[in-house]
């Protein structure tokens, strides 16, 4: 498994910012895709993850996104993305694509869950 974040980078607060996670040698039919963020001092939070059933793909936030981030995935080019609005200074983190086999194995409120990582973007908000 291979997951490789790009998109990270310096914005003012209430901009926005796009990532994206490149993933390989992984099935995502049952997969359950996640974003999560770290900052210094602080544990893995979630922030968003998706899962791709039968009826349709399935997201669940963070109770703080509030509606600011949106995760979606493009089965074609085996890419998960975080857009990212109306950021806040609080949003400053290395933000980890993380992947789970099987939905169910995997919750977004334990990061320790995931057995699969990215190496993480930076995220800067001033």
């Known amino acids: 498994v291979q997951l490789v974040e790009s998109g990270g980078g310096s914005v003012q607060a209430g901009g926005s910012l796009r990532l994206s996670c490149a993933v390989s040698?992984?099935?995502?039919?049952?997969?359950?895709m996640a974003w999560l963020r770290q900052t210094p001092g602080k544990e893995r939070e979630g922030v968003a993850a998706?899962?791709?059933?039968?009826?349709?793909?399935?997201?669940h936030y963070a109770n703080w996104v509030k509606g600011r981030f949106i995760i979606s995935q493009d089965d074609a080019k085996n890419t998960l993305y975080l857009q990212m609005n109306d950021q806040k200074p609080d949003d400053t983190a290395i933000y980890y694509c993380?992947?789970?086999?099987?939905?169910?194995?995997?919750?977004?409120?334990?990061?320790?869950?995931?057995?699969?990582w990215g190496q993480g973007t930076q995220v800067t908000v001033s």
């Open positions: 993380a992947a789970c086999r099987n939905f169910g194995e995997c919750r977004l409120s334990r990061p320790p869950s995931y057995p699969y």
């Open positions: 040698r992984f099935s995502y039919s049952t997969a359950y």
């Open positions: 998706i899962f791709s059933g039968t009826t349709g793909p399935h997201k």
